[in-house]
């Protein structure tokens, strides 16, 4: 479900499929120094604010009222990507150009279309200072809007490769979640390191690569984290329905409505650029689907370096179709109510946590249930719509 992009294309774009790192802010970081890559990175101060926008691409608009109307001019700035802004309220906006959220967030600088504004918390953890006996490592969630990282040994994914050939310094975003398989301190700081080593079973679709990051950046995961919600009810009496019209989601035990969500799903009416053709090769299956197999954190890869998409930790990963399309949490956007991904339901992080808490099969942090299938049968996904 690929289409070829330039080099270009695949960096701006990766955000708009199964996964992405979100769009890059070349021209703030043309100076970034790769040859001290491996050097250690501290937690940068972030705004003083319960809510944090990070902005998820380059030359995002900041106005001076909810509206992008091209006869009113009110963009006032270009703010690149990774910009964080205080998040004063969601306001009712003025959109135009077919888009349907309409929500702009007031910020003490101006306004930011919501849909390009990811809402993040800073929320920094004392970190420990050694593995805990007994185990290999354990699952990290970031908590704070993002931490910079230090790259250990062979450059192996195209999602370094790119960074490097566009001075973007590697980062992990509020919500991703990795597995930390070593402690260290650094000019009396502890850090973690996050360990894609694929062959270890930790990275599922990852490249064995290796990266250091402030340990205070980093959530220990606990078995009370992930632990079943409403496991007493027959799973036989949970199903998901997913509206692809309206883009919602919600879950039901029995005929109860226990959770509701706006979603991201496949893109319709898409142009190939190889033939010419508009296809719906990116659409959300249609029909009665099943949870299948499920992963805490999952390395999602699709086509080749030129043309495709290339995104570690894709957080809370729940199959529904085949080993492609999945409900999981996307933290490259914040354009739930708008179908844009390659065929996934994208939820925010912690929505698409709650679901994989919710569905089965259940999964546990035990190092040998780090993916769970359950091939025959799971919660009932029903995806449905009308306007075919």
């Not at 230090?150 to 790119?162: F, I, R, Y």
């Not at 706006?262 to 898409?270: A, D, E, M, N, V």
């Not at 529904?320 to 991904?341: C, D, L, T, V």
Request: hydrophobic share 35%; aromatic share 12%.
């Amino acid at each position: 479900m690929t289409r070829r992009l330039s080099r270009r294309e695949f960096l701006k774009l990766s955000s708009l499929g199964l996964a992405g790192l979100g769009a890059l802010a070349f021209d703030r970081f043309k100076s970034f120094d790769f040859d001290a890559l491996s050097a250690p990175k501290r937690l940068p101060q972030f705004p003083n604010s319960p809510i944090i926008g990070r902005t998820v691409d380059p030359g995002i608009d900041l106005r001076s009222a909810p509206t992008n109307d091209p006869n009113l001019n009110t963009s006032i700035a270009k703010l690149p990507a990774d910009t964080l802004l205080e998040w004063n309220r969601e306001v009712v906006g003025n959109v135009v150009g077919g888009l349907n959220n309409q929500r702009y967030v007031e910020t003490p600088q101006g306004y930011v279309y919501g849909s390009v504004l990811q809402p993040t918390r800073n929320l920094p953890n004392t970190p420990v200072t050694e593995i805990p006996a007994g185990q290999p490592g354990f699952w990290a969630e970031v908590t704070v809007p993002y931490v910079d990282l230090a790259h250990e040994g062979a450059v192996a994914s195209p999602w370094l490769q790119d960074h490097i050939a566009y001075n973007f310094p590697p980062r992990l975003y509020y919500g991703q979640v990795v597995w930390i398989d070593r402690i260290r301190t650094s000019n009396g700081f502890i850090e973690y390191r996050w360990n894609e080593d694929a062959p270890h079973g930790y990275g599922y679709g990852a490249y064995g690569e290796f990266f250091w990051g402030d340990g205070a950046a980093f959530k220990i995961l606990t078995d009370a984290d992930i632990a079943p919600i409403s496991p007493d009810v027959d799973p036989n009496d949970k199903r998901i329905d997913v509206d692809l019209d309206f883009q919602t989601l919600s879950c039901y035990e029995g005929n109860t409505e226990v959770y509701f969500c706006r979603i991201s799903s496949g893109q319709k009416g898409i142009l190939d650029p190889l033939t010419g053709e508009v296809n719906n090769k990116l659409a959300t299956p249609v029909g009665n689907l099943l949870t299948h197999w499920k992963i805490v954190s999952l390395n999602m890869t699709a086509g080749t370096f030129g043309a495709g998409y290339s995104t570690p930790a894709v957080p809370w990963t729940t199959m529904i179709s085949g080993e492609g399309i999945a409900i999981h949490g996307a933290f490259w956007h914040n354009a739930f109510g708008e179908k844009r991904s390659h065929g996934c339901i994208n939820l925010t992080p912690e929505d698409a946590k709650w679901i994989f808490r919710w569905t089965t099969p259940y999964v546990s942090l035990a190092q040998n249930e780090l993916r769970v299938s359950l091939p025959d049968h799971g919660t009932i996904v029903v995806t449905k719509e009308i306007t075919l």
